[in-house]
């Protein structure tokens, strides 16, 4: 039987050399033969890991294997939403996907870090955990002192849906393009009176009507987050369009219920809207609702669009009127652009392109 290696205070942990000299191989060719990387028959492969179970050995030793490497193989996503409600997301969920498809290509791992924390601790999280890269997914702008110490230590850092404002490279689609062409879509039909439902501009989950002055205090100073992009392009667009209302109600949370209580705000009022915008899929499945609920025909009665392209299940035989994105193309140009960084070379903005989508849920007013 192999002995199993031993210190004068006890048992350690067995070594790759241990394995090779219990198999009668070179160290090298233990290593070729325990990763399957390598040339080795499939006699010594076998040897060697009779070996390795008889002296325990789990593997190399992930530390050590990252010092040789100089990097620790986890890309930390930074995600603008409560982890919770993040994965309740389907655009959340797809955009991870091809950042993992990505990533899993870089022998890396991604490590899911909410960003809705205080800006004290989530600082202090992210300075302090072991990264090669971050990824701000949905974030608000970060503070420069953090961008500065992610950059002091050699954290790749990128953007996706942030702000084009240059501090790091950034994946986005063109939500004022997509907003307008939504606007555009209403108005063309006869829709002069339009009602907005606003994903969530600020992390305490509170929704509500908002007023000209909280709408004046988003731009052009304000962070120039998603919402805050696709609202500045609605009030635009309805400028531009003669004699055209638009009010706008921001949901709490993007979600179902969130998107239906925020709808019945504007639909229970005397002067309802003839149309609706939801800022997401999932929120326009909230409209179909509260419009279903009132005995509201849709497009009848009232129209609805979204902002995704998400076929949710929960809308049947419905085909929702909305701008599709390609969420999952989102993550791997973000995941392209992480490896880019880390082989040395400095990626450019990603711009990606976005269709309208006219589906059954808009049509002209009665």
Not at 99 to 127: F, I, K, M, Q, Y
Not at 337 to 358: C, F, K, N, S
Request: some cysteine.
């Amino acid at each position: 039987m192999t002995s199993r290696p031993s210190t004068r205070g006890g048992a350690r942990r067995a070594t790759i050399s241990d394995v090779a000299r219990a198999a009668g191989v070179s160290p090298s060719t233990a290593s070729l033969a325990f990763s399957g990387a390598g040339p080795v028959s499939d006699t010594t492969r076998a040897r060697v890991l009779a070996a390795a179970r008889e002296l325990d050995y789990g593997g190399p030793d992930p530390l050590a294997r990252s010092l040789r490497r100089g990097r620790c193989g986890v890309v930390a996503v930074v995600v603008g939403e409560r982890l919770g409600y993040a994965f309740r997301d389907p655009m959340m969920v797809a955009v991870l996907d091809g950042l993992a498809e990505v990533v899993g290509t870089l022998d890396s791992s991604l490590l899911l870090v909410p960003a809705r924390s205080s800006a004290d601790s989530g600082a202090a999280r992210l300075t302090s955990l072991a990264m090669d890269a971050a990824v701000l997914l949905d974030c608000e702008a970060p503070a420069a002192a953090l961008l500065g110490a992610l950059h002091r230590r050699g954290v790749v850092v990128v953007g996706i849906d942030g702000p084009a404002t240059g501090a790091v490279p950034q994946v986005r689609i063109d939500d004022e393009g997509g907003t307008a062409a939504l606007v555009a879509h209403l108005c063309g039909l006869g829709h002069r009176d339009l009602g907005v439902i606003t994903l969530p501009l600020g992390p305490d989950g509170a929704g509500g009507p908002l007023t000209e002055a909280d709408l004046d205090a988003l731009g052009p100073d304000a962070v120039p987050g998603v919402p805050r992009r696709r609202i500045a392009a609605a009030r635009a667009a309805t400028l531009a369009a003669p004699e055209t209302r638009v009010r706008f109600v921001q949901a709490g949370w993007n979600l179902v219920e969130e998107g239906e209580r925020a709808a019945a705000t504007l639909l229970d009022a005397p002067d309802r809207p003839t149309a609706l915008i939801a800022q997401s899929d999932v929120l326009a499945l909230g409209c179909l609702r509260a419009a279903s609920t009132r005995g509201l025909d849709v497009p009848g009665d009232l129209s609805v669009a979204g902002f995704d392209g998400v076929d949710l299940h929960l809308m049947g035989s419905i085909r929702l009127t909305t701008i599709e994105q390609p969420a999952t193309e989102k993550g791997r140009a973000a995941g392209r652009m992480v490896a880019a960084a880390l082989a040395g070379d400095t990626p450019d903005d990603v711009l990606l392109p976005i269709v309208l989508r006219i589906g059954t849920t808009t049509g002209p007013p009665n």
